[in-house]
């Protein structure tokens, strides 16, 4: 069976003070149907960008190639009013900062029932109904009434709850969720991430997640894409991820969790040197080099081919091509 979404080579371009910034460079990925798949890495490595890139919403970026193929069709051979009807309706997004996302001026059961109305032709009092009823599937307290409320008067983790009944309001076949456990108490965070294990099994969706944090991707994640400076660097299932990291990349962003030995000390982190590198001027060759401790010649020349240390693997580093490894 085809997976639910391929991407193939995609690059997106933002103009920069000092000329072309790629956001995303060759990115390559798979999510199979069902799957919940991470795509994770620091800020600016190009996660986000990727993400809204499957619903071509990049603005005042632009997707300058690659594919994006979702349920057999490359979205991006699309006409607007057909990808009009993809947004919301075969793909739901939630997106990483739903009071910036959500209208002030408008009730939330307006907002939530707007798509039902676009893309099932509900009136608005069958819209408003609706709109109850996924209120309360995502576990929103007393839903009639919170239905009647603006955005400001909700804390942050109902404002995500509702972000979700939005994204969920015409039963997609693809949730994408930008970060949505960012800026929410642990408390909250597992609540979220509970609604979203219950929301997937119901529902029998499939799920991309963007995320920083690897207690989300232990906690949901199927299978990990770890991504830097634009590309993935390393893709795994998440238990084969954590037991046996293989890019130095993916093993420092662990070696920075917080932890407990076995005698209930915590242990010292480690952290990675240096930054994401600048996308508008990317180093030459790897582009962790400038930031790996197992740099060695070809790091600074040659960009690293992909290579498959171990089934339903694959790692672009110069430390797996038998032909340069030391």
């Known amino acids: 069976m085809a997976p639910l979404l391929e991407i193939r080579g995609l690059r997106v371009q933002y103009d920069g003070r000092k000329g072309p910034v790629r956001a995303v460079d060759g990115l390559d990925l798979k999510v199979e149907h069902g799957d919940t798949y991470a795509l994770v890495g620091e ?9 809204y890139s499957i619903l071509r919403i990049v603005e005042p970026g632009r997707i300058t190639d690659g594919r994006i193929v979702f349920g057999g069709r490359d979205l991006l051979s699309l006409t607007e009013k057909e990808m009009r009807k993809v947004r919301g309706g075969e793909i739901g997004i939630a997106f990483q900062e739903p009071g910036a996302a959500l209208n002030p001026v408008l009730k939330i059961g307006t907002q939530v029932g707007e798509a039902l109305r676009i893309h099932r032709g509900l009136s608005r009092k069958e819209a408003w109904a609706e709109a109850v009823k996924l209120l309360a599937e995502v576990a929103l307290p007393d839903p009639e009434r919170q239905a009647g409320c603006y955005a400001h008067e909700l804390s942050g983790g109902m404002k995500q709850r509702v972000m979700l009944a939005i994204a969920l309001s015409c039963r997609p076949k693809l949730l994408v969720a930008d970060e949505p456990t960012s800026a929410l108490d642990v408390t909250i965070q597992a609540q979220i991430l509970a609604l979203l294990r219950r929301l997937k099994a119901e529902h029998d969706l499939t799920v991309l997640i963007i995320t920083h944090d690897f207690g989300v991707v232990a906690e949901i994640a199927d299978r990990v894409g770890v991504m830097y400076a634009g590309s993935i660097v390393e893709e795994a299932s998440a238990s084969a991820l954590f037991a046996d990291p293989k890019h130095p990349y993916t093993r420092g962003l662990l070696a920075a969790i917080p932890e407990e030995d076995p005698a209930g000390r915590r242990r010292r982190l480690v952290a990675l040197p240096g930054n994401v590198p600048d996308p508008a001027d ?39 091509d038998r032909a340069l490894a030391r």
């Open 43 to 51: 800020s600016g490595s190009g996660k986000t960008a990727a993400a």
């Open 282 to 320: 990317p180093p030459s060759g790897c582009r962790f080099h400038p930031r790996c401790p197992e740099r060695f010649a070809p790091c600074e020349r040659e960009v690293p081919a992909e290579s498959e240390p171990g089934a339903g693997r694959r790692v672009a580093c110069h430390l797996y």
